[in-house]
Structure formats: C-alpha cells, structure tokens
C-alpha cells in the first residue's frame, strides 16, 4: 500500500507549513493590521499575490529563484551543499510563500477586530508593543488564529501546482498526496487514486467539523 | 507638583489650542459640547496622540516637548487612563485585570475591596454590571500607582444611579489621592458636582463664556431642572456655583 508514503509527505509539509506559518504570519499581520507606512497596500498586495497568480507561474518563479543559478538556490547550496529545488525542504519553502496569505488573512481579520481602546490601555499601563502583543492581542485572537491555522493546513494539503513545479515528483521526497492521485490517474490506477483522495477527504471533512465546534464553544 | 499642558493641534474641522495646569489633589473637570477636542487632550496627556506643538511637562519632567523632538512613550508616563467604555481585558478575571499592571500586588486585594469589588475576582469582565466594570477598570488604574489620573467620560455608559454612586465613590476617592486628575465630561451636573476647577471647551479653544451660558440657561429655565433633581446635593451645588 505505497500510498502512505504521499500521505505522510503530504501531513507532514502540512504540519510544517502551519507551524512556520502561524509564528510567521503574527507578526505581518500585526504589522499590517496596525502600522500606517507608505507602500502599506504595495506589501499587502505582494503577500497576497499567491492568492491570485497561477499555482504554476508562482511555481515558475519560485523555481528560478530557488534553483541552482538563483538566489535562494546558490544560498541553499552554499550553507548545505544541497539542492533546493526537488527536495523536500524546498517544497516546505514554496509551500510557505503559497499559503501565506491564508495564514495572514484571517489574522489580519482577527486582529483588526480587536477593540483598540484596548491594546491602547496596555500601553497606558505600561505594557511595550511586545508585550502588549503577546499579553493582550493574542490571547484575544485566538479563533482567528486557529482559523488562519486551519486554513493553511487543509490548503497545503491540497497543494499542487506550485510542488509540482518546484519538487516534481520524488517518491518520498516530494511526491505529496496531490501529485500521487493525479499520477494514478494516469496511469489508470483508479483504487489507489480513489484511496488517497478518501482519505484526504475524510481529513478535511473532519478538519471542517472540528472548525464548527470550536467556533459553537467559543459561542 | 503640577502637570502643565500647553499644546496645539490640528484637527479636521478646528485647531485645538489649551494651555492649563492641574496641581497635586487637584481634580480639574474638562467639560464642553461633543467633538469639542476633551477627548484628544486627555490622550495627548496619556501620550496615545502627539500635539502639533506644544509642552506636556509633569513637575518639572518633560513628556512632551514638540520643539526639541521630545516624546516620552505611554508605557513610561505611568498615568491612569479610565476610558469611556470598559477596557478590561475579556481574557482575564477581575483579579488579574487588576494585577496586571500593579505596582504591588498586595494593592490589589485592598483597592478591590474599598471599591466593593472583591467578590467577582474570579468573575470574567462580561459576566458582571457596567458599574462593576467600571469599578474594576478605575481599581486597575489605581493600582499602578498613578502619577496622573485621566477619565474620560468614565460614567456616561452608565444609568442615572449607579452614575451618581460612581460619582459621590469619586469624589471621596479624591480627597484621599494626593495626585493631579483630569476628569472629561459633558455633563454639567458632574462637572459641578466633582470639580475643583472646570475647563469648558468650544471647537478646541477654552471659552469660559459657554459655561457661564449653560448655568444661566439651568438657573433661568425650569425645565431642565425637575423637582426631584433640585432635592440632590448635586443640585446645591449646581444652585450655589452659579449664583456665584
């Protein structure tokens, strides 16, 4: 039963995107939640850029940018003497810059909801930006930052376009859940596709409902 | 030991222009009509705005001074700031609202049982009254040891007797804090009731003449003042100051 294997890849670039994302995302959210600076609507287009482009042309880009004559790329290989692209760790890159805007969304949202006056009496209180956002911001947000984690996590397991531009497909490597069906497929292995998309079904249906019974407790 | 303000800002439809100071023990009432700038002032004292110009200068340190680039931030000012609505953090208890930000945790207990609060410590903020909330949120200022006390409008969400209960715990607050307070209203009844001097305001300028307007208006129309409110204390007050 070698779909496991895509599954695994898939849950595990999932975890990891969500993890990296929500300690990354906070703090851009906070900062275009709250800061007034020239070029505020410039930077909040770029990070929603993913939102709109093309999977494949994001992957196109992501690709020269990471492979061996690129920037990211030379660094890459430069500190680990490994390739970026077709690996593991460059598809939890791509990955990162796909599913950022889904993780910064919902923040932003979360974070402009909070009442002002209050972030501002922390201050008053002698509370720094810091802490006022650790103290106060996020625990006050934190349907919204579970949603933001939600939404990275069902979305990157969806991922295909941009890993299979950026890490084909390895098996093992980057050969994620996605890639394995729409290769099934092809090759007209039709119960293994099917496996592999009920199981990803079931996940996100179950993620869905999870979703809806905390936001019941929450009231 | 005295704050002085003298500051200057632009505003969408006026400058605002005030200089005045508030001594120690002192509570100086700003009062006047809507969007008259009483808000902007007491934030530009919290450090929440910065003025166009000006000095914000408390017993001899300077807060604010626009023409040397000074700015000292809020977290530093140590004021209290009672905002209009409550500002008590939803994810805390009583107790830990109170705590937050206290100078000495065992201020905490003794504030919150002179407010007659102690009882909802465990309490979260929306699951006790307005004039409980509010209570707490003047508590939490308090137990940080304020050098300044800033309220604003801190009991216009409130109905008519827990106001007048606020406003008589105020007062005798008052006499035992040894601190300058800046009290924001726009009712005269409190304004007279609490203030040892009262600032009015008119589209950011002081005018003394409004407030003068007002008082003859109370005094000469019967309307405004009903049978039961002239039995109040406030209203021996309101009769007193006016005729003087």
Redesign the interface.
């Known amino acids: 039963m070698n779909f496991w294997v895509p599954l695994y890849l898939s849950g595990k670039l999932a975890l990891m995107t969500t993890v990296i994302l929500v300690m990354v995302a906070a703090p851009f959210a906070y900062f275009l939640t709250f800061s007034r600076f020239r070029g505020k609507s410039l930077c909040d287009a770029l990070i929603n850029l993913p939102l709109v482009l093309p999977p494949t042309v994001l992957g196109f880009y992501l690709l020269i940018v990471m492979g061996p004559k690129g920037f990211l790329g030379r660094l890459w290989g430069w500190l680990t003497d490994s390739s970026l692209v077709f690996s593991f760790s460059g598809i939890l890159l791509a990955s990162l810059v796909y599913s950022l805007p889904f993780a910064v969304q919902p923040m932003k949202a979360a974070f402009a909801k909070v009442?002002r006056?209050?972030l501002?009496?922390?201050?008053?209180?002698?509370?720094?930006s810091i802490s006022t956002f650790f103290r106060?911001l996020l625990?006050?947000t934190v349907s919204g930052i579970a949603a933001s984690a939600i939404l990275v996590f069902v979305h990157t397991l969806g991922e295909f376009g941009v890993i299979l531009m950026v890490g084909g497909s390895i098996p093992g490597q980057t050969k994620v859940a996605s890639i394995a069906i729409y290769e099934a497929v092809e090759a007209l292995r039709y119960w293994e596709a099917g496996m592999i998309s009920l199981i990803l079904l079931i996940i996100c249906y179950a993620v869905l409902i999870m979703v809806n019974v905390l936001s019941e407790k929450r009231g | 030991m005295k704050l002085d303000v003298q500051i200057r800002k632009t505003l969408a439809n006026f400058d605002l222009e005030v200089s005045f100071s508030a001594r120690m023990g002192e509570l100086k009432v700003i009062t006047g009509p809507s969007g008259a700038g009483k808000t902007t002032i007491v934030r530009m004292i919290?450090?929440?705005e910065r003025p166009d110009e000006g000095t914000i200068t408390y017993n001899g340190e300077t807060w604010v001074d626009t023409k040397r680039g000074l700015f000292l931030?809020?977290?530093k000012?140590?004021?209290?700031?009672v905002?209009q609505?409550y500002?008590l953090?939803?994810?805390m208890n009583v107790y830990r609202n109170i705590a937050?930000?206290a100078f000495d945790e065992e201020d905490v207990e003794r504030l919150m049982k002179v407010f007659d609060i102690w009882p909802l410590r465990d309490q979260k903020p929306d699951r006790i009254s307005g004039g409980e909330r509010q209570r707490a949120a003047i508590c939490?200022?308090l137990a940080?040891r304020p050098r300044v006390l800033l309220l604003d409008e801190p009991f216009s969400a409130l109905d008519g007797e827990i106001r007048r209960k606020l406003r008589h715990e105020l007062k005798a607050l008052k006499e035992q804090l040894s601190l300058p307070m800046i009290h924001v209203t726009h009712d005269l009844s409190e304004a007279l009731f609490l203030g040892d001097e009262i600032l009015s305001l008119v589209k950011g300028k002081i005018a003394q003449d409004w407030l003068e307007h007002q008082l003859r208006e109370i005094a000469e129309n019967g309307a405004w003042i009903s049978k039961g409110w002239r039995k109040t204390s406030e209203d021996s007050v309101v009769s007193s100051r006016s005729r003087s």
């Open positions: 009442d006056r209050l501002e009496s922390a201050h008053v209180l002698g509370l720094s106060v625990p006050n | 919290a450090g929440l931030p809020p977290q000012r140590r004021v209290g700031y905002f609505e500002t953090f939803p994810h937050f930000a939490q200022n940080r």
